[in-house]
């Protein structure tokens, strides 16, 4: 069984930087691919990046050239960093995996099996 932890949520200005990290454990992580999403209050829960297990990135349009995401393939840790934070980024941010071979179907929601409990980004 696969748990993932985030961690590195809070509050920042606007204009400021967060990073966050997505710690997993369990058997076969090494088969996983995984991103970031997140739900704002009052909205539907929306792809913020995803990462492929070849390296390869994906990046919603509003996160694009501001959030960086990244592994840590020896530790087997999800980074997400932030910057240039606006207002419109405040949301519960989740990670989450899935391993299922084939196709990596990197933005889309329902392909990811495994997801955090999350952590709160506020931009105000």
């Known amino acids: 069984h696969v748990q993932l932890v985030e961690s590195g949520g809070g509050s920042v200005q606007p204009g400021g930087s967060l990073g966050l990290s997505c710690a997993a454990s369990g058997e076969w992580l090494h088969l996983y691919y995984m991103g970031w999403f997140r739900q704002a209050a009052g909205k539907e829960r929306e792809a913020v990046a995803a990462?492929?297990?070849?390296?390869?990135?994906l990046y919603a349009e509003s996160a694009k050239g501001r959030f960086t995401i990244s592994q840590d393939r020896d530790r087997y840790i999800l980074y997400l960093q932030m910057d240039d934070l606006k207002s419109e980024d405040t949301a519960m941010y989740y990670c989450?995996?899935?391993?299922?071979?084939?196709?990596?179907?990197?933005?889309?929601?329902?392909?990811?099996?495994?997801w955090g409990q999350g952590t709160q980004v506020t931009v105000s």
């Open positions: 989450a995996a899935d391993r299922r071979q084939g196709a990596w179907f990197g933005l889309r929601q329902d392909a990811y099996s495994v």
């Open positions: 990462l492929s297990l070849r390296g390869t990135t």
